[in-house]
């Protein structure tokens, strides 16, 4: 930080019954009062270089007395700043600094302590101190646009803040290689050293400090120049949220820090940052901040209840970019349960219809993706001992059937939910229980269902008939194959026979070569076999056996195939 040391004489200023005064041995001729403090000075000092004071005192109906007050109300900075002004004008040595130039700045502005009045006034010193320290440095411009917010009005017409916040984005701009002054960086596992590069976004952190509006200010500025990444916006909107937001980030924040945060700002306040930050997001970019940082974004935006248009924004973006997730993304908690399936759901929705849109154009590997991932959340969320099973159901069957094409994640999740929660009743099993397609249940898994006693009966018939169709249908299959195997056999016999036919008629003369049951017509051979009739011997009712060793009888199929189609028709 710059500092400039102006005066030459000691402090002689001192407080007596909420009036400062200064020692002299000149009685004190002019009293100014800001506020509820009064200060005892002289018209020698004050009035050669402040305008304002010179017109006043003119203006005074005490003015041909020998003591005159003054109001000075409206002083922008209040009395600090004004006892900045009239130090310097005792020449009593002052510091400056960013912290406290905009206010000495605005308030000689508003005395008139210009070169018109005096040369080598105080205007003309700050505004060179502003220009040639200030400016030239990176955290003093910071420093000092967050100084101006008390006097914003002030300093904003003045063109601080324009000029502060020109110089922080040229900064921003330079390459990181010639990066030459100090920053904060306090990330995760970096660690400053002697000669090491600067890191691309060694600048988010410092501006992370400043109010909302100065933020949007710097970081709209960057944006339309298009010379920075969309990721590196990107994280300088990750760093502001989490210092400010304290339910995006809070345990990446020390803990005095993030109460600073609840306290200090209002639900509105913090509110306008979140619709802020939105705003700001490179939205023509995907991947421009993460699915996990808009997730929490989207959280937080339902319990401060942002506007219609920065929730759909939201949503069209989480949606974007759902597939990127991971299932520790998702996991974001609730007021009435330990998991907010809605949220997780809607982004869901979110996905579907912009992927309906690209679906002609685009591979199925991210349905498939978002299918697998909506089954490990439902796994997780049917741990909750506080979700309803329509949640649940609902967000299962929001998938389309090509998300799942294998329903083994999603059996895992409905068993899941019925053992944590035995005491549920028949109908909410059933409900739970219709999202599965028991054909699209691997062997082992409907080897798990068979013997699930949690499962609703209904559902356990359903898989042991699905099972005996594929045992049905690999029956048949595998008749069909030993069938063909005899034609092959029969008709391999019959070429033969024809052969020893022929020899036999070229042979012996007179013989006719055709045999009772041997045809030939145009070059082509058809045996004819003769009948067999075999008694089978039955001596208790058909049985047959599924896949998972159990016996059902024919009346037991026909029961199982009613269930099955009063359950689908």
């Known amino acids: 930080m710059k ?7 000691p402090d002689t200023f001192y407080t007596e019954e909420a009036t400062r005064t200064v020692v002299s041995d000149v009685p004190s001729d002019v009293t100014i009062r800001i ?11 004050l009035l050669p270089k402040c305008g304002l004071l010179q017109r006043l005192y003119t203006e005074s109906e005490d003015s041909i007395s020998s003591h005159v007050t003054l109001d000075l109300t409206d002083i922008p900075g209040g009395d600090e700043a004004f006892e900045l002004c009239a130090k310097f004008c005792y020449g009593i040595t002052i510091n400056l600094s960013a912290h406290n130039f905009v206010s000495a700045f605005c308030a000689a502005k508003f005395l008139r302590m210009t070169e018109a009045v005096e040369n080598g006034n105080f205007i003309v010193k700050l505004e060179a101190f502003f220009s040639s320290c200030i400016l030239e440095s990176w955290k003093d411009p910071i420093l000092t646009l967050q100084n101006s917010e008390r006097v914003y009005e002030w300093s904003e017409n003045l063109g601080i803040v324009r000029r502060c916040i020109e110089s922080i984005v040229d900064k921003i701009l330079t390459p990181p290689t010639k990066v030459t002054w100090s920053y904060t960086y306090t990330r995760p596992g970096y660690e400053k050293k002697r000669n090491q590069s600067v890191p691309k976004d060694w600048w988010t952190e410092d501006i992370s400090f400043l109010n909302i509006d100065m933020f949007r200010c710097i970081v709209a500025a960057i944006k339309s120049t298009n010379t920075l990444p969309p990721q590196l916006i990107g994280e300088a909107l990750h760093v502001y949220a989490c210092r400010w937001l304290p339910e995006i980030t809070e345990h990446n924040r020390p803990k005095s820090e993030a109460s600073t945060s609840k306290t200090e700002y209002s ?15 490179p939205s023509d970019y995907k991947g421009s901040v993460s699915i996990k940082f808009l997730l929490r974004l989207l959280s937080t935006a339902n319990f401060l209840a942002v506007s219609a248009v920065t929730k759909t924004e939201l949503l069209r973006l989480s949606g974007l970019q759902l597939e990127d997730a991971a299932l520790n993304d998702l996991l974001l908690p609730s007021q009435n349960s330990v998991y907010d399936i809605d949220l997780v759901q809607t982004v869901l929705e979110s996905f579907l219809r912009q992927w309906k849109r690209q679906a002609a154009t685009t591979s199925s590997d991210a349905i498939l993706k978002i299918g697998k991932l909506v ?6 969320a049917a741990k909750d001992p506080e979700m309803p099973v329509q949640k649940l159901a609902s967000l299962a069957e929001t998938l389309p059937r090509i998300a799942r094409p294998i329903h083994d994640d999603l059996y895992m999740a409905v068993n899941t939910y019925l053992k944590e929660h035995p005491d549920l009743s028949k109908a909410d099993k059933k409900q739970l229980c219709r999202v599965l397609d028991c054909q699209k249940l691997s062997p082992q898994v409907r080897g798990h269902a068979v013997r699930n006693e949690r499962l609703p009966l209904r559902t356990v018939v359903q898989v042991l008939f699905f099972e005996q169709e594929k045992v049905n249908s690999a029956t048949d299959i595998e008749h069909e194959q030993l069938n063909r195997n005899d034609l092959r056999k029969i008709k391999s016999s019959g070429d033969e026979k024809s ?15 055709v045999q009772e049951n041997l045809r030939m017509s145009d070059d082509k051979m058809e045996l004819r076999q003769e009948p067999s009739f075999k008694i089978r011997q039955v001596t208790e009712p058909e049985t047959e056996k599924t896949g ?3 016996k059902l009888n024919s009346h037991e199929k026909a029961q199982m195939r009613r269930i099955y189609e009063r359950t689908y028709r």
Do not use: C, W
């Open 3 to 9: 500092f400039m040391k102006l005066g030459t004489r």
């Open 35 to 45: 506020n509820n403090v009064s200060y005892l000075l002289h018209k020698f000092p």
């Open 267 to 281: 639900p509105n306040r913090q509110r306008n940052i979140l619709e802020t930050v939105v705003g700001l997001i």
């Open 375 to 380: 089954d490990s959340y439902l796994q997780v």
């Open 499 to 513: 052969l020893k036919a022929r020899g036999n008629r070229a042979s012996t003369p007179g013989t006719s070569g």
């Open 548 to 550: 998972f060793g159990v």
